[in-house]
């Protein structure tokens, strides 16, 4: 049987016998989890773990697990390891061995982004007009063709002619198809990550299907999915504008006076962009170019050299006290097509 386990990470689908135990179960979940070991993990019946699973000497058949069910885990934050370097010339003779180490989920503390947060508290519903032609109810009423959309909604893409749907109307769509697939039932809690797919096309190695181990044996149980490779269908960024045609005007015009390329970071910040549904918009304000070797065909920097990284930290620090941050990166690839460099 199949069982289907969401953790942190995504979605894990593991593959068990009917006199299998939860211990068992548990040992073939480790290594997908990277889970130090097996009584590291934290099994529950529901997302908000109210129901643990910890018979683990009974087989997950009297438990009342079925095939296709689906199971929540989380790694005890005790047992995760620290991110601290073990090496031991990075505790030698410096005074680093003091360092306290590293505790939590991989010691990550990540701040999000203030649009992002508007943007998940928004329903994103695209409002539609009253059809005059099939539209036959009162002006307080509403039917299929007037209802509001989803921001994922392919048809209103196609007519508006965009090509990439944002990142936030790509999370509302995993989330809707997966109520439709009665995954959840629900809103998610907010520590708890959207259903991700985590794909894995590795050989099964323990398949049940009687026939010898990979390599000897493989079946259509056994073998990894085909892989296909397809466009992203969405963007994290929908668009950038730049404040001032100034900006950019003072990047080309090294390259007209010299012919040789130039790269440059993209300071600014990010809004809410009007043209996609949940879209989000990068807005330049400055162009910040390093210390580079330029040439006709390409240009030259050291980026692991403490000069380089010394003045981007010094310009991250003059643009955080200006509320601005890194937004991206931009390069000419240019070239003249007369003698007078035009």
Same mark, same amino acid.
């Given at each position: 049987?199949?069982?289907?386990?969401?953790?942190?990470?995504?979605?894990?689908?593991?593959?068990?016998?009917?006199?299998?135990?939860?211990?068992?179960?548990?040992?073939?979940?480790?290594?997908?989890?990277?889970?130090?070991?097996?009584?590291?993990?934290?099994?529950?019946?529901?997302?908000?773990?109210?129901?643990?699973?910890?018979?683990?000497?009974?087989?997950?058949?009297?438990?009342?697990?079925?095939?296709?069910?689906?199971?929540?885990?989380?790694?005890?934050?005790?047992?995760?390891?620290?991110?601290?370097?073990?090496?031991?010339?990075?505790?030698?003779?410096?005074?680093?061995?003091?360092?306290?180490?590293?505790?939590?989920?991989?010691?990550?503390?990540?701040?999000?982004?203030?649009?992002?947060?508007?943007?998940?508290?928004?329903?994103?519903?695209?409002?539609?007009?009253?059809?005059?032609?099939? %539209?036959?109810?009162?002006?307080?009423?509403? %039917?299929?063709?007037?209802?509001?959309?989803?921001?994922?909604?392919?048809?209103?893409?196609? =007519?508006?002619?965009?090509?990439?749907?944002?990142?936030?109307?790509?999370?509302?769509?995993?989330?809707?198809?997966?109520?439709?697939?009665?995954?959840?039932?629900?809103?998610?809690?907010?520590?708890?990550?959207?259903?991700?797919?985590?794909?894995?096309?590795?050989?099964?190695?323990?398949?049940?299907?009687?026939?010898?181990?990979?390599?000897?044996?493989?079946?259509?149980?056994?073998?990894?999915?085909?892989?296909?490779?397809?466009?992203?269908?969405?963007?994290?960024?929908?668009?950038?504008?730049?404040?001032?045609?100034?900006?950019?005007?003072?990047?080309?015009?090294?390259?007209?006076?010299?012919?040789?390329?130039?790269?440059?970071?993209?300071?600014?910040?990010?809004?809410?962009?009007?043209?996609?549904?949940?879209?989000?918009?990068?807005?330049? =304000?400055?162009?910040?170019?390093?210390?580079?070797?330029?040439?006709?065909?390409?240009?030259?920097?050291?980026?692991?050299? =403490?000069?380089?990284?010394?003045?981007?930290?010094?310009?991250?620090?003059?643009?955080?006290?200006?509320?601005?941050?890194?937004?991206?990166?931009?390069?000419?690839?240019?070239?003249?097509?007369?003698?007078?460099?035009?």
């Amino acid at each position: 049987m199949l069982i289907r386990i969401r953790s942190p990470d995504g979605m894990h689908r593991i593959e068990a016998g009917l006199k299998d135990t939860l211990a068992q179960l548990l040992e073939r979940l480790a290594p997908v989890m990277n889970a130090p070991s097996p009584d590291a993990i934290v099994l529950t019946r529901d997302v908000k773990g109210q129901s643990i699973l910890a018979e683990f000497e009974k087989s997950i058949v009297s438990l009342g697990l079925k095939h296709g069910d689906m199971l929540f885990a989380s790694v005890a934050p005790s047992a995760r390891p620290s991110v601290e370097p073990t090496d031991a010339r990075a505790s030698a003779g410096d005074g680093s061995s003091n360092k306290p180490a590293a505790s939590g989920s991989l010691g990550l503390h990540v701040i999000q982004e203030d649009v992002d947060n508007q943007l998940e508290k928004d329903d994103g519903l695209i409002t539609r007009k009253r059809d005059t032609q099939f %539209c036959k109810h009162g002006a307080n009423a509403m %039917c299929e063709y007037c209802t509001p959309t989803e921001p994922f909604d392919a048809g209103y893409l196609a =007519e508006n002619k965009i090509k990439h749907m944002s990142f936030h109307a790509h999370l509302r769509k995993i989330l809707s198809q997966s109520k439709i697939r009665g995954d959840i039932s629900g809103g998610l809690p907010a520590n708890i990550p959207l259903p991700l797919e985590d794909l894995d096309y590795r050989v099964k190695t323990h398949c049940l299907s009687g026939h010898a181990p990979w390599p000897e044996g493989i079946c259509t149980k056994c073998q990894p999915s085909a892989v296909t490779l397809q466009r992203q269908p969405f963007r994290m960024v929908d668009n950038v504008e730049f404040a001032s045609s100034a900006i950019i005007d003072r990047l080309l015009s090294f390259w007209r006076s010299t012919r040789c390329q130039r790269f440059g970071f993209l300071y600014g910040r990010y809004d809410r962009s009007p043209d996609v549904p949940l879209g989000i918009k990068a807005i330049v =304000e400055a162009i910040y170019e390093p210390k580079q070797g330029w040439e006709e065909d390409g240009i030259k920097i050291d980026v692991e050299s =403490e000069d380089f990284n010394s003045e981007v930290r010094r310009a991250d620090a003059v643009a955080g006290a200006c509320g601005l941050k890194v937004v991206g990166m931009i390069f000419t690839d240019l070239e003249a097509t007369n003698e007078s460099g035009r």
